[in-house]
């Protein structure tokens, strides 16, 4: 199984999926097609979503296809060669591709068949056992908060450790503690912004500049940095 599970695509000030395109690359080395999973997006269009990340991919020698375009998505990802999911509202994109019967097959093609998957921020939700951790306002319903379950563990994306000031609600760890007390025996990842995580060879590994935040009950949150080891979310 081979993915790449990014928290965000843009950091502040840079251009888009600037700061993943190294890992994007290499990610991807040899592979010269991939199809894209565009269904997060709510207030622009799948073919806007398209162009946007065709033009990164073409700077690594990629043609980006999307299911958006196929007559029969879930047929189309039993034939990728790599698969991209884009970010935005992950409960737009559950709903769609529960829809659409792609839970099921990326499943398939990345747990048994090992062809690489990649998201950020939503689609790094969608590669989790269920969406219950993403920060995202629940504007439709899908059929149900499970998700591909390509790892064991959940990511919350964008993982903030600030209180804004003046902010009288939940801090990001108040909410996922919450999370781990109605769901005991799962880990949760909180995935600062400019960070991945990579799975490769059996082996997962943080990348980034920043440590990861880790939450399960019973344990007091602990930080791993990145190159640490993480052989227990396995």
């Given at each position: 199984m081979?993915l ?5 695509s ?9 700061y993943?395109?190294?890992?994007l ?8 097609e ?38 029969n ?47 950020w ?59 781990i007390?109605?769901n005991?025996r ?26 990861m ?9 602990f ?8 052989s227990?979310?396995?």
């Amino acid at each position: 199984m081979r993915l790449l599970l990014i928290s965000n695509s843009t950091n502040a000030g840079e251009a888009y999926l600037d700061y993943p395109k190294k890992e994007l690359g290499d990610f991807f080395k040899g592979i010269d097609e991939v199809m894209f999973v565009p269904y997060a997006a709510v207030t622009f269009t799948y073919d806007a979503y398209l162009e946007k990340v065709q033009a990164r991919f073409s700077e690594l020698g990629i043609r980006v296809r999307s299911v958006h375009r196929e007559a029969n998505p879930a047929l189309a990802i039993m034939s990728a060669k790599g698969i991209v999911v884009g970010g935005g509202n992950t409960f737009r994109l559950a709903q769609m591709m529960q829809r659409e019967g792609l839970v099921e097959a990326i499943r398939l093609r990345v747990t048994d068949e090992g062809i690489p998957y990649a998201g950020w921020s939503a689609g790094s939700n969608m590669a989790c056992p269920t969406i219950g951790t993403t920060n995202d306002m629940p504007i439709v319903q899908p059929e149900s908060f499970r998700a591909i379950g390509a790892v064991k563990f959940q990511i919350n994306p964008h993982y903030l450790d600030a209180n804004p000031a003046g902010h009288a609600g939940e801090t990001r760890e108040q909410r996922i503690r919450e999370y781990i007390e109605a769901n005991p025996r799962r880990w949760v990842a909180g995935l600062r912004e400019g960070c991945m995580l990579r799975y490769d060879g059996g082996r997962l590994e943080l990348i980034g500049g920043r440590p990861m935040r880790m939450f399960r009950k019973g344990v007091e949150p602990f930080e791993v940095e990145p190159g640490g080891d993480l052989s227990f979310l396995l």
